[in-house]
């Protein structure tokens, strides 16, 4: 069973700097889209940046402060977070579109969840 291993997450000080890493423990036949979501305590879960093969996405509340990237060979996202603000802080989770056979339809597939802390 593939699963979306998620690191990088912690706590930082206020304008502060982490990267988010995700990928597939399994072996894949491919990947699609991919983006990274976080939920707050309290709050519904929300799209903070997308990639695919044909650009990028952001939430207007995070733009110009993080890059959502991906390195296709090795099927792995990452988001650069920088100037972190007291609001940013929450589970972040990843999430793939990934084909696991050559035959089959892509599916989506989540991570376990990363806590960022933000905090003097």
């Known amino acids: 069973q593939v699963q979306l291993v998620e690191s990088g997450g912690g706590l930082v000080q206020p304008g502060g700097s982490l990267r988010l890493s995700c990928a597939p423990s399994g072996s894949i036949w491919s990947a699609g889209a991919m983006g990274w979501y976080r939920q707050a305590p309290g709050k519904q879960r929300e799209l903070v940046a997308s990639i695919t093969f044909e650009g990028t996405n952001y939430a207007d509340s995070v733009r110009g402060r993080f890059t959502i990237s991906r390195n296709n060979a090795a099927n792995t996202a990452y988001l650069q977070m920088d100037s972190l603000k007291p609001e940013d802080p929450a589970v972040y989770y990843c999430?793939?579109?990934?084909?696991?056979?050559?035959?089959?339809?892509?599916?989506?597939?989540w991570g376990q969840g990363t806590q960022v802390t933000v905090s003097s």
């Open positions: 999430k793939m579109e990934l084909g696991i056979t050559e035959w089959g339809r892509r599916n989506d597939y």
